[in-house]
């Protein structure tokens, strides 16, 4: 997403589009989105693991998305689709379906690996943080300042309460500093 504005919640995701445990947890993730639009920031961070050989190509893929605002569009095609993204083919179907215009932008940025760096980058700041496996997830209170976030880190196909309990005591903590910085 855009910068995060007011939002003071966070939910960074890393992870892997050829992850089954991955794939799992979308669902809930976009009931979190549906249910908290206005409070909780959402981000995306790429962590391909090795063994999964087309996932680097695909995380390019979604960021060439980006650059025509249809990341989280390309991005819920990829999870929802059971090819497992391996085939040019059907790969260009769901990034036409995602509702991307200008194609030969797009293919041209995927082919040029115009942001293979942005997912190394990805790949390197997860490992900085201890991340071995995905999905994992740092959910925290959000600031803007530092552009860091302070809270919780889970790995796995985390459950929808867990999310929920967790997000609601960030947001009690961010409301109540809110009222004590008045």
């Not at 855009?2 to 993730?29: H, I, M, W």
Request: aromatic share 12%; proline share 4%.
């Amino acid at each position: 997403e855009k910068a995060p504005s007011n939002r003071r919640v966070f939910v960074l995701e890393y992870s892997d589009f050829q992850c089954p445990f991955c794939k799992r947890v979308q669902g809930t993730l976009k009931k979190l989105r549906e249910s908290y639009p206005n409070e909780v920031q959402f981000g995306y961070r790429h962590f391909p693991l090795p063994f999964h050989k087309e996932a680097n190509g695909l995380a390019q893929a979604v960021e060439c998305a980006r650059d025509q605002n249809k990341f989280w569009e390309l991005q819920e095609l990829f999870y929802d689709s059971d090819s497992n993204g391996t085939n040019k083919n059907e790969i260009m179907r769901l990034v036409k379906l995602a509702g991307i215009k200008d194609i030969p932008a797009f293919e041209l940025c995927w082919k040029n690996e115009k942001y293979a760096q942005r997912v190394q980058n990805d790949i390197r700041d997860a490992a900085a943080l201890g991340i071995q496996g995905t999905p994992t997830f740092i959910l925290g209170a959000y600031d803007p300042k530092s552009k860091t976030v302070s809270g919780k880190m889970f790995s796995g196909a985390v459950s929808e309460e867990k999310f929920i309990s967790v997000i609601e005591k960030f947001l009690a903590s961010t409301r109540i500093k809110a009222k004590l910085n008045q």
